[in-house]
Nanobody
Framework: QVQLVESGGGLVQAGESLRLSCAAS????????MGWYRQAPGKQRELVAR???????NYLDSVKGRFTISRDNAKNTVYLQMNSLKPDDTAVYYC??????????????WGQGTQVTVTT
């Protein structure tokens, strides 16, 4: 019943920026954490950034200083501001949320993915 809808991907040149958005809807009591993963061609999926309800964040080392995660808890929405994009950032980006959908019942929910392509 819980769904994540992503938007904001696209095709950009190196050095440009994109902002990804992900909104969760459905039966939701709480979400903790919420964040973004990516999977590049020929590589395994990796955590890009995540944010816990209290504001604590984790970032992939290669995106530190360039990407910023933010979260609107009231809207069950998470954002990823991606600046100074590099070709190595090219991947499908997936939103992920650990959702409490019933009291003390949790599940990990994934979005459908949004393509980010960065050209030289």
């Amino acid at each position: 019943q819980v769904q994540l809808v992503e938007s904001g991907g696209g095709l950009v040149q190196a050095g440009e920026s994109l902002r990804l958005s992900c909104a969760a809807s459905g039966s939701i009591f709480s979400i903790n954490p919420m964040g973004w993963y990516r999977q590049a061609p020929g590589k395994q999926r990796e955590l890009v950034a995540r944010m816990f309800s209290g504001g604590t964040t984790n970032y992939l080392d290669s995106v530190k200083g360039r990407f910023t995660i933010s979260r609107d808890n009231a809207k069950n929405t998470v954002y990823l501001q991606m600046n100074s994009l590099k070709p190595d950032d090219t991947a499908v980006y997936y939103c992920n949320a650990n959702v409490e959908w019933k009291p003390r019942q949790y599940m990990s929910v994934w979005g459908q993915g949004t393509q980010v392509t960065v050209t030289t």
